[in-house]
T-cell receptor, first 114, second 115 residues
Framework: AQTVTQSQPEMSVQEAETVTLSCTYDTSESDYYLFWYKQPPSRQMILVIR??????QNATENRFSVNFQKAAKSFSLKISDSQLGDAAMYFCAYRSAPGYALNFGKGTSLLVTP | KAGVTQTPRYLIKTRGQQVTLSCSPI?????VSWYQQTPGQGLQFLFEYFSETQRNKGNFPGRFSGRQFSNSRSEMNVSTLELGDSALYLC??????????????FGPGTRLLVL
């Protein structure tokens, strides 16, 4: 079974600064998808960004970008120009290409200070 | 386009009872997945439905079951509730291309408390 590890239970960043959240995963598959989801206090899980393993180019969505290192099985999320609204729990998730289930990490709680 | 909706949002039950949770997917999404979120175990996959068929199931006891209707709406049922079933139950829907689900979009969840 694939495992997803988020080694940082909590992170803190000042408004307007940049922060990077780490994620590693374990798989023997070559084709898969990786995701970052954000869960604010409302508990609504919101998709932040998605990366296909076959794409070498790192995904970017506005202030959010990833550093995908397939050989190292690493998938970090960089948040630039952090805003108060970015405060949330961030989950890294893995899904095999023909599969259905998302395997989630334990999450990283991000605190944004003014 | 409306998002994934889940009803009810909050539920309190007692041990031994059963409960049914409902999920309406985004229009056009035919795959529905269910997840359980607890502080101890985190987010765990329950099952996935497509075309009224359960295609995959996580490691949960038979007390957890579900179904999907022809309009893609889904329900999950938990029978003989235990205290450990207290959790946030999340539903996610996705488009399906070549029978493979695309990105999953989540509903707001149903918070179940078992007393």
């Amino acid at each position: 079974a694939q495992t997803v590890t988020q080694s940082q239970p909590e992170m803190s960043v000042q408004e307007a600064e940049t922060v990077t959240l780490s994620c590693t995963y374990d798989t023997s598959e070559s084709d898969y998808y990786l995701f970052w989801y954000k869960q604010p206090p409302s508990r609504q899980m919101i998709l932040v960004i998605r990366q296909e393993a076959y794409k070498q180019q790192n995904a970017t969505e506005n202030r959010f970008s990833v550093n995908f290192q397939k050989a190292a099985k690493s998938f970090s999320l960089k948040i630039s120009d952090s805003q108060l609204g970015d405060a949330a729990m961030y989950f890294c998730a893995y899904r095999s290409a023909p599969g259905y289930a998302l395997n989630f990490g334990k999450g990283t709680s991000l605190l944004v200070t003014p | 386009k409306a998002g994934v909706t889940q009803t009810p949002r909050y539920l309190i039950k007692t041990r031994g009872q059963q409960v049914t949770l409902s999920c309406s997917p985004i229009s056009g999404h035919r795959s529905v997945s269910w997840y359980q979120q607890t502080p101890g175990q985190g987010l765990q996959f329950l099952f996935e439905y497509f075309s009224e068929t359960q295609r995959n199931k996580g490691n949960f006891p038979g007390r957890f079951s579900g179904r999907q209707f022809s309009n893609s709406r889904s329900e999950m049922n938990v029978s003989t509730l235990e205290l450990g079933d207290s959790a946030l139950y999340l539903c996610a829907s996705s488009l399906v291309i070549d029978r493979v689900p695309e990105t999953q979009y989540f509903g707001p969840g149903t918070r179940l408390l078992v007393l």
